[in-house]
Nanobody, 120 residues
Framework: QVQLVESGGGLVQPGGSLTLSCSAS????????MGWYRQAPGKERELVAS???????NYADAVRGRFTISRINADNTVYLQMSSLKPEDTADYYC??????????????WGRGTQVTVPS
């Protein structure tokens, strides 16, 4: 089984910065992509940023230019650097990974989430 563990959430003032990390561990054969989603109260979960093993990156329009996702490093960790944070960035942030656990078996895995709060 594969586990994703996030860390780095917290309370930050508007305009501030925060870095989230997500580490994948367990039965990992190959990582296809990793990314970050967020879910604000009363809203659906949405993509924030993702990166695949080739380095291709997607950002949500709402965060482009303010958030930066790192490459997946050799420790199977990905970071999300968030700057110029706004109250509307307040949400639970979830790490996601599309990961092969052997040469033919892949699945989507999720972390438990980390909360980011930007007060208005």
């Amino acid at each position: 089984q594969v586990q994703l563990v996030e860390s780095g959430g917290g309370l930050v003032q508007p305009g501030g910065s925060l870095t989230l990390s997500c580490s994948a561990s367990g039965s990992i054969f190959r990582i296809v992509s990793m990314g970050w989603y967020r879910q604000a109260p009363g809203k659906e979960r949405e993509l924030v940023a993702s990166i695949n093993s080739g380095g291709s990156i997607n950002y949500a329009d709402a965060v482009r230019g303010r958030f930066t996702i790192s490459r997946i490093n050799a420790d199977n960790t990905v970071y999300l650097q968030m700057s110029s944070l706004k109250p509307e960035d307040t949400a639970d942030y979830y790490c996601n990974g599309y990961i092969y656990s052997d040469y033919k078996t892949w699945d989507a895995f999720w972390g438990r989430g980390t909360q980011v709060t930007v007060p208005s």
